[in-house]
């Protein structure tokens, strides 16, 4: 069994920042892509950035410059590094892992809530 745990989030005035983490524990062979998600009310979820285990980022256009991606392989952890907040940031993070027990399978967080507010 594989689990994602979401820590980091909660209220952040406009222009804050917050550091969002996500930590996979379980039976863990192997991590490939990870990812974070977001999804406001009323809005369908939607991809934010991703990082393969080498390394690569990739960011939507609307965090581009803001947020910033990384990882720690050797302890199966995620992180998203948010600056410069504003309220159309305001949304549930989820982080979703491709993740090798026996085979691979996609795994989502609980998620957590960002609010960015005054």
């Known amino acids: 069994q594989v689990r994602l745990v979401e820590s980091g989030g909660g209220l952040v005035q406009p222009g804050g920042s917050l550091r969002l983490s996500c930590a996979a524990s379980?039976?863990?062979?192997?991590?490939?892509?990870m990812g974070w998600y977001r999804q406001a009310p009323g809005k369908e979820r939607e991809l934010v950035a991703f990082?393969?285990?080498?390394?690569?980022?990739n960011y939507a256009d609307s965090v581009k410059g803001r947020f910033s991606i990384s990882r720690d392989n050797a302890k199966n952890t995620m992180y998203l590094q948010m600056n410069s907040l504003n309220p159309e940031d305001t949304a549930v993070y989820y982080c979703k892992a491709s993740v090798k027990t026996y085979y691979y399978s996609d795994y989502w967080g609980q998620g957590i809530q960002v609010t960015v507010s005054s």
């Open positions: 990082i393969t285990s080498g390394g690569n980022t």
């Open positions: 379980g039976s863990i062979a192997s991590i490939s892509l």
